[in-house]
DNA sequence: GCAATAAGTTACCATATGGTTACCTTTGGA
DNA sequence: TCCAAAGGTAACCATATGGTAACTTATTGC
């Protein structure tokens, strides 16, 4: 192999990460498929989130394409719902991917819980996780 | 839906970030899959990253468990390779979905031999990328 | 006329991450 | 004997990212 010279500002997996990796990214995308559409129930669901950092999040997700932005005009306060793109979309699928390996990966360092969470919330992810199974009847008998 | 709090330091996601998504590592990954195992190697295919960096980037993914590293001893100079582990070879898998994502995403945007250097490197991707033919037979056709 | 509510914005602060440059250690060979 | 090469450490610096707290705007119900 000749020296092929990568360059950090081209990766690709570095242009991900900035779409996704923000520290509450994958939460509000999260939210907002679940039909957590509005800026007020969202703070609601993430309780340590500043509105500052809400918004900010919001706006780069909707930059980005992932997310849209809509003011219900003529209503009393302002009311701004969101939704995912059908780029965000498919990105979910993915986050779910990868989400399944990182459980795998974590599997005997996360608390049950924890896993109990991801599994209620995210329909096709029991599927993808055989080693649950195991684990979950092996409690049953204990 | 009643409200589920989410804590981003209990994010699967946020974990993922933190195995991966350093500025080097997924350059990294791939290296050291492709067999460049040495530290001296690895520089000369990343010209600007500095000795000190390559060494935390390595040190954490040796940590985290994604690769090994072995001193080959009675050489004369230090000599040290890495390798990946099971773990690590599983998550270049996923790294590959990434990537086919993401280059969908930016197809638009994405110079042309930026996607042939991913093309070139990742054995699987082409397959990925229907919209990729179309490109290339368009090419070919002007 | 006044408070409450939704959805922010502004100014400012703290920490994490990445980066630069110089120095260190071991050993074989000229 | 002393230099080069591999693989680092140490001390220090710059910027990006996330965070807090207070203020803003528009409208409706009391």
């Known amino acids: 192999m000749q020296p092929v010279h990568y360059d950090a500002n081209?990766?690709?997996?570095?242009?991900?990460?900035?779409?996704?990796?923000?520290?509450?990214k994958?939460?509000?995308?999260?939210?907002?498929?679940?039909?957590?559409?509005?800026?007020?129930a969202m703070q609601s669901h993430m309780p340590t989130i500043s509105k500052k950092i809400l918004t900010e999040q919001l706006r780069e997700l909707e930059t980005d394409g992932l997310i849209s932005r809509q003011e219900l005009k003529a209503k009393a306060p302002k009311i701004v719902v969101y939704r995912l793109t059908p780029q965000g979309t498919s990105l979910r699928r993915l986050i779910d991917e990868i989400?399944?390996?990182?459980?795998?990966?974590?599997?005997?360092?996360?608390?049950?819980?924890?896993?109990?969470?991801?599994?209620?919330?995210?329909?096709?992810?029991?599927?993808?996780?055989?080693?649950l199974k195991h684990k979950r009847k092996d409690e049953n008998l204990s």
């Open 26 to 40: 994958p939460i509000i995308l999260h939210l907002v498929e679940c039909g957590i559409d509005r800026f007020s």
């Open 99 to 131: 989400i399944a390996w990182t459980l795998t990966y974590l599997k005997d360092e996360i608390p049950d819980d924890v896993v109990d969470v991801y599994i209620n919330t995210h329909p096709d992810l029991a599927k993808r996780l055989p080693w």
């Open 10 to 24: 081209l990766c690709v997996m570095t242009r991900f990460s900035g779409l996704i990796m923000g520290k509450w």
